[in-house]
């Protein structure tokens, strides 16, 4: 019985060094191993094998990249303005010996270079430089946190402005402005606007007008062949065709009431032409007059004598 208890101590005791001697390590980190109290070697990812109880590993260290966002701080620029400033920074741990060794806490320890840099950056800027450098500020802090933090096995990727928030009343003030500025340019729009619709309207009331002339001219221009074209043939046909005094003056006659209907005849020309072409219808229908009077008497007597 004895045996058997001294046997399974054995055992537990060689499960227990081999526990104790075998570390696995996960993909991205990386484990410090002192010997004796000392720093000897830093473990990989996979398996790895220590000497136990002369052998301690310490906590493992993440080599992903990480992010870290701390708290807005209140920062005073160039022109005395307190402004509070939300940051993010991108890090990652290059040397786990350096990141245990060298520092006690990096995490604090860029917070605090983080919040010092930006200070002195910031103190260096008006708000309006602030407002509009981004850019160059997150630069300049990832230059100097990158170059401060790199005896402790750090790499400082990036650093962003998260956020920069100006005193209310600045605030108020931008808005004003900016409103100010929204709506100046809404009314210059507006004004391009008309002016831009009055051109055009001026354009194609131009263009309406020219058009219209070109019409009315090149209508007036064919009534005129028109009636130029009409009174050749009327012309050619009355002399093709020889008429007498007479006849001129009959149609004359028949033209004389529409010339007097006009709305500005107030008084009719005769021409001496057609006086003298009336005068002899006249005494053309004063000859056949008598000639009508007597054959009516000579006409008449025979149905005298057929009644006797």
Do not use: C
């Not at 012309?235 to 008429?243: G, K, Y």
């Amino acid at each position: 019985m004895v045996e058997v208890v001294a046997w399974i101590a054995v055992a537990l005791a060689v499960i227990f060094i081999g526990l104790r001697t075998i570390r696995i390590v996960p993909q991205a980190r990386a484990g410090n191993v002192e010997r004796l109290g000392r720093y000897y070697r830093t473990l990989d990812a996979g398996l790895n094998v220590v000497i136990p109880f002369v052998d301690r590993v310490r906590p493992l260290i993440d080599l992903r990249e990480q992010v870290v966002s701390f708290d807005p701080q209140p920062v005073i620029t160039e022109d005395n303005l307190v402004v509070h400033i939300d940051t993010v920074l991108y890090f990652q741990v290059t040397d786990p010996r350096a990141a245990q060794y060298e520092i006690a806490n990096y995490i604090q320890a860029i917070e605090q270079l983080t919040v010092t840099t930006l200070r002195n950056v910031i103190g260096g800027l008006d708000l309006e430089k602030t407002l509009t450098s981004r850019e160059h500020i997150n630069d300049t802090l990832r230059g100097i946190l990158d170059e401060a933090s790199g005896k402790w096995g750090i790499r400082v990727n990036r650093v962003e402005l998260k956020a920069i928030d100006p005193p209310p009343s600045v605030k108020e003030s931008m808005e004003r402005q900016m409103r100010a500025d929204r709506e100046k340019r809404a009314a210059i729009l507006t004004a391009e606007g008309v002016r831009q619709s009055k051109i055009l309207t001026a354009e194609g009331e131009k263009q309406s007008a020219i058009l219209t002339a070109e019409g009315d001219q090149q209508a007036a221009v064919l009534r005129a062949n028109g009636q130029a074209q009409a009174i050749d043939q009327v012309f050619q046909a009355v002399h093709r065709n020889d008429p007498d005094p007479k006849l001129l003056a009959y149609q004359y006659l028949q033209a004389l009431p529409q010339i007097a209907a006009g709305s500005g005849s107030t008084f009719v020309i005769i021409p001496g032409e057609v006086t003298a072409a009336l005068q002899a219808v006249t005494k053309a229908f004063t000859a056949s007059v008598p000639q009508q009077r007597t054959a009516e008497p000579a006409t008449a007597q025979p149905s005298v004598d057929q009644r006797t």
